[in-house]
């Protein structure tokens, strides 16, 4: 008996060894290899597109492309005030348009989603089942097939051409709405229902316990929406020159040939590193959302 | 169940009090959820519903839409050829792009999961950031240039594979493929997250006892524990990838052009563009939308049910 018993717990000790019994090294070492191939896929147009924003024209064209720039210079961002200039438009116009979208509309969605989700989470109520239901299929299917509709009703309400016409759909984005209530589902029932003892009212549990408490779900919440905001270009939805966001700027002036290589990279890079500082600051909690993404 | 079997006795005034009163009850909870739920069924839910009445119509906004029965549908399905063609290429795009974005997800999720925790998160970057980087895959561009400062074109003349410069983004035989492996560098999203959450919830102790009962190496490991185990987060990804795939658009259309060279990188949802945005035809695009509609949910209920029936 002792002796069984005694095994058993050197099996339980050398669990760590045991893990890496399961893993032979040469298993291990062309996985590696494999992940190091792709993973320099996956970097190598990131990588180019931060390093010709800072390259001169000549070496733009050298072969084979530098990685890094030997000069770095800003000359690309310079030329691409100097195009933006030349529009009647002032560009901080452009930035102040988009920034003015993707704060109000993360903002709203943010909140609006997470009111929405609470009571899914939690409560049983009449048509609650039909709600979530209507979210999850609509996850099965692309904005754009609802695209033609959305403009008629957005026209007909008065909102095409403001920054609303942009905003408001956004803030319905089921993805949002489903990862919260997912997440929401893991609050125990008990820190509601003490709450409910103290004599707090509905919305007082809802700002002040749950959505402290679900912090991780917003910053996912905050990138998937932002990365939807940031990079819009108004479509038919706004076309008053006023009122377009950077993006449709931006996206003009990248059009041209491979002349304006520098320009092109020195716009994709203002545009990516803000979403990508976002994420690489918040990387831990947004994965800890997605441990409760699971379908049924 | 039980409530079924109880039904019958209670009459029907008194069942609509009690439905009353469980409303009542719940006032707070549809408070809560009403701004969420108005944009939601006006933006989601009704558009559904309406571009299913306005493709039974000729609708150019200006005048009121006349009703024209199934012409649409019939003209869409017999006699436009750039949908034939637009409906091959978006197939083609999804059966590549769909399966095979969704394994390397989770082989990639998987590996980076055997890594320490500060590799594990560069690595997860490293695959996730394309998707957030906005107008980045514009690089491709510069990569697939047809002329001979194109890196692609460079890099083959140089290496003395070819001596003319390709047309990548122009020839009818590439250009379908160039939008492929764009899409794949793009398609390390939200699934991609799911799958590397999924793993680091799996449970550590399932391995332990997986070790005891046999489990040699990490193939069965992967197997008979990680991925039973993470069920939810597949089918989730799955959801993801599959409408993913099916919509695929602005890569074709900002790399291949739009519309694209004998409409060779044309997709359903840029023809849906098309009839939408430019011609203003919107009975004909809403009957393309409502296509689509179906396909994608078609596809999307037939592998779940496939998956939910694995491992069962």
């Known amino acids: 008996m002792t002796l069984t018993f005694q095994k058993k717990i050197k099996s339980a000790l050398n669990f760590k060894k ?30 180019m597109t931060v390093s010709n924003a800072f390259k001169s024209l000549d070496e733009l064209f050298l072969f084979p492309p530098r990685l890094f720039p030997r000069n770095i210079t800003f000359d690309n961002f310079r030329d691409l005030s100097e195009l933006i200039g030349n529009s009647w438009i002032p560009f901080s116009r452009y930035f102040f348009n988009t920034i003015l979208i993707t704060l109000s509309g993360t903002i709203g969605h943010v909140l609006i989603a997470s009111m929405c989700a609470y009571p899914l989470a939690k409560y049983k109520f009449p048509g609650r089942n039909l709600i979530f239901t209507l979210v999850v299929y609509s996850l099965m299917f692309a904005p754009q097939v609802t695209a033609t509709p959305n403009y008629i009703i957005i026209s007909r309400i008065g909102l095409i051409d403001t920054p609303l016409a942009i905003i408001l759909p956004a803030i319905a984005s089921s993805l949002g709405l489903y990862l919260m209530k997912q997440f929401m589902q893991q609050i125990p029932d008990e820190l509601i229902e003490s709450a409910k003892i103290d004599g707090a009212s509905e919305y007082r549990i809802f700002f002040q316990i749950v959505m402290p408490l679900v912090k991780p779900a917003w910053l996912t919440l905050v990138i998937l929406l932002f990365q939807r905001l940031w990079t819009t270009d108004g479509g038919s939805f706004i076309f008053s020159e006023e009122l377009k966001p950077v993006s449709y700027a931006l996206r003009q002036i990248a059009q041209g040939s491979i002349e304006r290589a520098g320009t092109i990279a020195a716009v994709s890079f203002i545009m990516m590193i803000v979403p990508v500082t976002f994420f690489i600051l918040s990387q831990s909690r947004i994965v800890e959302t997605f441990s409760h993404s699971g379908m049924k | 169940m039980q409530a079924q079997l109880t039904q019958p006795t209670i009459s029907k005034k008194t069942r609509r009090e009690l439905l009353w009163r469980e409303v009542k009850k719940h006032k707070h909870s549809y408070i809560l959820m009403a701004p969420y739920v108005i944009l939601f069924f006006t933006f989601t839910v009704i558009p559904v519903f309406m571009s299913l009445g306005i493709s039974f119509t000729s609708f150019d906004l200006l005048q009121p839409p006349r009703y024209v029965g199934l012409d649409n549908y019939t003209k869409l399905l017999l006699d ?149 185990s993470m069920k939810p987060q597949l089918l989730f990804g799955a959801v993801m990838q599959i409408t993913t795939s099916l919509a695929i658009a602005e890569v074709s259309m900002q790399l291949v052009g739009f519309p694209s060279v004998q409409y060779a990188g044309h997709t359903i949802v840029t023809h849906l563009i098309d009839f939408g945005s430019t011609r203003f035809e919107l009975g004909y695009a809403s009957a393309i939308a409502t296509l689509l509609f179906l396909i994608m949910m078609g596809a999307n209920l037939l592998v779940r049910s496939i998956l939910r029936k694995v491992g069962e």
């Open chain 2, 80 to 228: 436009d050829d750039v949908f034939v063609i637009a409906l091959k290429n978006t197939l083609i795009l999804a059966v590549v792009t769909g399966p095979v974005s969704y394994l390397l997800a989770f082989v990639f999720a998987w590996l980076i999961n055997e890594l320490p925790p500060k590799l594990r998160a560069f690595m997860t970057l490293i695959f996730y950031a394309p998707s957030i980087s906005g107008n980045a895959f514009l690089m491709w561009l510069i990569i697939f240039s047809g002329d001979i400062h194109g890196y692609l074109n460079a890099f083959l003349i140089n290496a003395g594979i070819i001596d003319n410069p390709i047309l990548w983004l122009k020839d009818t035989n590439y250009m379908i493929w160039v939008i492929i492996i764009v899409q794949l560098w793009l398609s390390l999203g939200v699934s991609f997250l799911a799958f590397i959450a999924g793993l680091q919830s799996v449970d550590k102790t399932l391995f332990e006892a997986g070790a005891i009962d046999g489990v040699k190496n990490r193939w069965q490991e992967l197997w008979y524990i990680t991925l039973p």
């Open chain 1, 18 to 47: 045991r893990r890496k019994l399961n893993r032979s090294k040469f298993g291990d070492i062309s996985l590696f290899l494999l992940l190091l191939i792709f993973g320099t896929f996956s970097a190598y147009p990131l990588i």
